[in-house]
């Protein structure tokens, strides 16, 4: 319910302006409390760990596996169309190289998924067999987030584990965007093109908000430890979202990622 009514209280507030916006007003609170969680806080300070930032890279997996093969189902759709960049975007081959460079060539049989990844990727399963115009704010605060702040995470992932080369980083590289500043101003161009009744823009809102909430939710992560796997409790905004707080609806993440580091490199 706060959902749908921030999300028509930015509708009402500023019924004409552009999509992206929107977005960025719709999610102004919860991007804040994405910013302030522990991972995210000490991610910035280079204190991410090994096991971890392996974590992070099984729960991104399934959720980029999860978007891409539905934006691939609909690449057609009027709603998906504009925004359907799979060569400059796709971000499963590099998820693929790196879960093969931590946990070997079998890493699919050694990856965990938490249950939070689990209703998150159910939940673009959904959208994108019933509703595919709400992709859209998913693939938006996805891919411009790790876009925004991928450059900068990656060099403190490199330097908080240890990584003496850039095995392992391949998440963080877009080596089909060129000029990122440049290509974020094309997406959002293309995004805003898109034709949306009220109801269905006041729907896309909520669908923001929801990416954001989806992983908030406490969970219980598990951890390989030899062949068995311990549970510990912890917010899964911890593991799932460090890099999703960066997403460009708020337009600060990158931007505090930098300073930081700039810090920590000190």
Not at 36 to 50: C, W
Not at 241 to 262: D, K, M, P, Q, R
């Amino acid at each position: 319910m706060e959902a749908v009514n921030s999300a028509r209280k930015v509708d009402m507030q500023n019924p004409g302006s552009d999509l992206s916006e929107q977005i960025k007003a719709a999610t102004k609170e919860i991007h804040v409390r994405a910013e302030n969680t522990q991972l995210m806080l000490s991610y910035q300070k280079g204190q991410i760990t090994l096991p971890q930032y392996k974590l992070l890279l099984c729960s991104l997996y399934e959720i980029y596996k999860a978007l891409e093969e539905e934006m691939d189902r609909n690449a057609s759709h009027p709603g998906v169309a504009p925004i359907y960049f799979p060569q400059e975007l796709g971000r499963l081959e590099t998820l693929e190289r790196d879960l093969e460079h931590f946990f070997g060539q079998e890493w699919q049989k050694r990856v965990i998924i938490p249950a939070a990844t689990h209703r998150y990727t159910q939940r673009l399963r959904k959208i994108g067999e019933g509703n595919p115009k709400l992709l859209v704010a998913h693939a938006y605060t996805r891919y411009l987030g790790d876009l925004s702040g991928g450059q900068v995470l990656g060099k403190i992932t490199q330097k908080s584990i240890g990584l003496s080369s850039g095995a392992g980083l391949s998440f963080f590289s877009f080596p089909g965007v060129s000029s990122p500043n440049r290509f974020k101003q094309l997406y959002r161009s293309r995004m805003n093109s898109i034709e949306l009744t009220k109801e269905e823009r006041e729907g896309v809102l909520e669908e923001a908000i929801m990416a954001f909430e989806l992983n908030i939710q406490d969970l219980y992560i598990r951890r390989c430890e030899r062949r068995a796997w311990k549970i510990v409790k912890t917010p899964a905004t911890q593991v799932i979202y460090s890099s999703l707080c960066l997403c460009t609806a708020s337009g600060t993440g990158a931007s505090s990622l930098t300073s930081t580091s700039h810090k920590t490199a000190k």
